[in-house]
């Protein structure tokens, strides 16, 4: 055993982690409960090789300038700690453009144009009078608003009595499904429609209704934009690390926590691998569910009455992403260069992410190397991918580090690579494309996530889960935290949140 005591052990390098032992090194602490006369010691552990968790932004192959995002991609400027983050960091950004007119649907065998939802004719649904003529979009929005007549305008105070108190049809919202609510209200049809041209199926499941609405409503919102970082979102945790780093901070690759007690004295003992038992007095767990449930079945503290309950509050949901670098952007044949063409294939969503600045071919600005997000898709479209993945194949436990470009690691089996070729041909009406000159997928259901993001199930207080999760029990100084049991799952911001709520509420750590 070692003999000196770790103030803060972190363990989980994704941006709630880092961000978590930044925060702690570089604010006033004074006043805060973890006063000390000497600097604290604060160190994170990390089983993989690498800072970021969910954030990947890969370099493709001989595409100087271009990041693929092979997690998390973009933030929205209406989500305040995210957006501070990024400008308090000084990375440059640059919008991050979803849709316009031009942008391609494939739904039921028909294209249509996202301007084309207003001529109920070329849309292939059988949806009821009033919903003709409708984006998927305005669909959902008009949906909520018969739920919750004037949810759109609720502040944030309003929303916590409404998930505590509104009722539908006498039962608390908190209590129902997201698609059963919205089969009251919208026809079967309409609900397919979103679905298929929304492009996601995890977020129209049977989620905790309460939290569901509001979580719909901020992406949709009017004043929500989306922004991403110029050198990628992994930036983020990156840049973070470096300062955690530079203000004293210690970061532990391949250093996977097995298990911890807590000791009659209080101090959390860790067990990591090929490590001997460390102490600590605080111990933050920054990871998702998955996480939490590969640690050995025997921790106690996951075992306690009133911890256990709690961990399968939430269900993680997997998602997939595919990429392919091109010689040349061929979608600009079909009249699309920017954001997202959507479809009900297993690609399901297709973004255009941009062409090399400065490409070899200087004489025509057109023949430069370009990257598709040739799939972004969950639900059962995962399980299409990952049946075409090499047995084994894992992109998360990579210790020792190697030399390989990174991207090595995501490289995709040449059958996945044709079936995405035959459904970007049928998604754009092209009779040739040409062949991508490398790809690279991943699958976000593997371990130690899981998914990509979690959901609140039915049935369950999300607010007061989310304050008990931050620390289960009072006299033992373990936390968890991350996007999983978070008021806005599947965003950094949710991350950021649970982090926030530990610094602020648990440690009286003020923000500057
Ligand atoms: C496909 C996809 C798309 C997304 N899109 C967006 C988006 O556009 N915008 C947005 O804001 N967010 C998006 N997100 C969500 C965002 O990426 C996450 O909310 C955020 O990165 C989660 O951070 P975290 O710290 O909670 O957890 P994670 O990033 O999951 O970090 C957990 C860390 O813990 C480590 N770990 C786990 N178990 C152990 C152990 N036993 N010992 C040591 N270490 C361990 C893991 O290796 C990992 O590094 C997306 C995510 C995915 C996957």
């Not at 010691?41 to 990947?56: A, M, P, W």
């Not at 010689?327 to 920017?338: H, K, L, M, P």
């Not at 690279?440 to 889960?465: C, L, M, R, T, Y």
Request: proline letters at 7%; one cysteine or more.
């Amino acid at each position: 055993m070692s003999d000196a005591v770790i103030d803060v052990a972190i363990v989980g390098g994704g941006v709630s982690g880092v961000y978590t032992g930044w925060r702690l090194l570089t604010a006033d602490l004074s006043h805060s409960r973890l006063t000390s006369d000497k600097p604290l010691n604060v160190q994170l552990f990390e089983l993989s090789d690498r800072i970021g968790g969910r954030l990947v932004s890969l370099d493709p192959p001989e595409m100087p300038g271009i990041k693929a995002e092979f997690g998390g991609m973009r933030y929205l400027t209406n989500q305040p700690l995210v957006a501070g983050l990024v400008e308090q960091l000084g990375l440059a950004t640059r919008p991050f453009p979803v849709s316009g007119p031009e942008n391609i649907y494939y739904v039921r065998g028909q294209h249509l144009r996202q301007a084309e939802f207003a001529n109920p004719d070329k849309v292939p649904y059988r949806v009821r009078w009033q919903e003709r003529g409708k984006t998927p979009g305005q669909l959902i929005m008009e949906a909520i608003d018969v739920l919750i007549p004037g949810a759109t305008k609720l502040t944030p105070a309003q929303w916590l009595d409404v998930k505590a108190n509104y009722k539908f049809n006498g039962r608390f919202l908190w209590e129902l499904g997201f698609w059963n609510l919205l089969h009251q209200v919208m026809s079967s049809e309409a609900y397919k429609l979103v679905m298929d041209a929304g492009g996601y199926n995890t977020t129209m499941t049977n989620w905790n209704a309460a939290e569901a609405i509001p979580w719909y409503l901020s992406d949709f919102g009017p004043e929500a934009q989306y922004r991403t970082v110029i050198d990628g979102m992994e930036s983020v945790p990156r840049t973070v690390a470096e300062r955690f780093v530079a203000a004293g901070g210690q970061i532990h690759f391949g250093s996977r926590l097995n298990t911890f007690s807590r000791r009659e004295d209080g101090l959390i003992e860790l067990q990591i691998d090929g490590r001997s038992p460390l102490l600590a007095r605080h111990l933050v767990l920054a990871m998702p569910r998955r996480s939490l449930e590969l640690l050995d079945d025997d921790t106690q503290f996951l075992l306690h009455p009133d911890v256990k309950p709690l961990i399968p509050t939430v269900t993680p949901h997997p998602m997939f992403k595919l990429f392919l670098c091109y010689r040349y952007a061929w979608w600009q044949d079909a009249g699309v260069n920017n954001g997202r063409s959507v479809t009900d294939l297993p690609v399901r969503q297709v973004y255009y992410f941009g062409s090399e600045a400065d490409g070899p071919a200087v004489f025509n600005p057109e023949l430069r190397d370009s990257l598709v997000m040739a799939s972004y898709d969950d639900g059962p479209f995962v399980g299409f991918w990952t049946g075409l993945a090499e047995q084994g194949h894992s992109t998360t436990h990579c210790f020792p580090p190697s030399d390989e470009p990174r991207w090595n690691r995501y490289a995709c089996p040449p059958a996945m690579v044709a079936h995405a070729q035959r459904q970007l041909q049928l998604v754009h009406d092209l009779e040739y494309i040409p062949e991508p000159y490398a790809a690279g997928f991943q699958d976000w259901g593997q371990d130690p996530f899981g998914g990509a993001w979690n959901s609140w199930n039915i049935h369950v207080k999300a607010w007061e889960v989310q304050e008990k999760m931050v620390q289960p029990l009072a006299d033992t100084a373990v936390y968890i935290i991350g996007e999983a049991y978070s008021g806005s799952q599947g965003w950094i911001e949710g991350a950021l949140e649970t982090a926030e709520a530990l610094l602020q509420q648990k440690w009286g750590v003020k923000r500057g």
